[in-house]
């Protein structure tokens, strides 16, 4: 039976899920519309960065489920719910850039959150999984900053 704590953690991660979605699809949008001077390199890393994300989607919605929750990873849900900003009109590199880093900013709050109750519940599972996904956005941001820089 799952306890009160344990769904907090779930209901956690379903944000993390919702919020790394919308932060999967703005990376997409933003593979496919730069433009400039800077395009081989973002291109290139955009791609890098939602294959990232891709992968980070499915393992929280498997976290989900081994926890005994269910992801809501609907479209209707993501919409209602998301914190990550969802683009529609095109950005400039640099804005591009800087919506990773805001993105980033609420990915990792998000995460932090995910983790306190994770040790509330003395979930390691959960611990380990997700302590090095807020190193890897850190380090993300500290990158797409100095090339704002």
């Known amino acids: 039976m ?4 344990e ?8 944000q993390l899920l919702t919020n790394y979605q919308v932060h999967y699809q703005n990376l997409r949008l933003f593979h496919w519309n730069v433009k400039g001077p800077f395009f081989f390199i973002l291109h290139d890393k955009f791609e890098e960065l939602y294959t990232d994300a891709a992968a980070k989607v499915d393992e929280v919605a498997e976290r989900v489920l081994a926890l005994g929750g269910s992801p809501r990873g609907s479209l209707k849900n993501i919409l209602e719910n998301a914190d990550v900003n969802a683009y529609e009109d095109t950005l400039d590199a640099n804005g591009m850039v800087d919506a990773i880093v805001k993105a980033n900013d609420i990915l990792i709050k998000n995460l932090g959150e995910v983790l ?3 040790e509330k519940a003395e979930d390691e599972g959960t611990i380990d999984i997700f302590t090095s996904y807020i190193q890897e956005l850190q380090k993300q941001n500290w990158m797409m900053k ?4």
């Open 2 to 5: 799952e306890t009160l704590i």
């Open 7 to 14: 769904t907090k953690v779930v209901e956690k991660l379903n």
């Open 116 to 118: 306190a109750e994770a």
């Open 146 to 149: 100095s090339f704002l820089n």
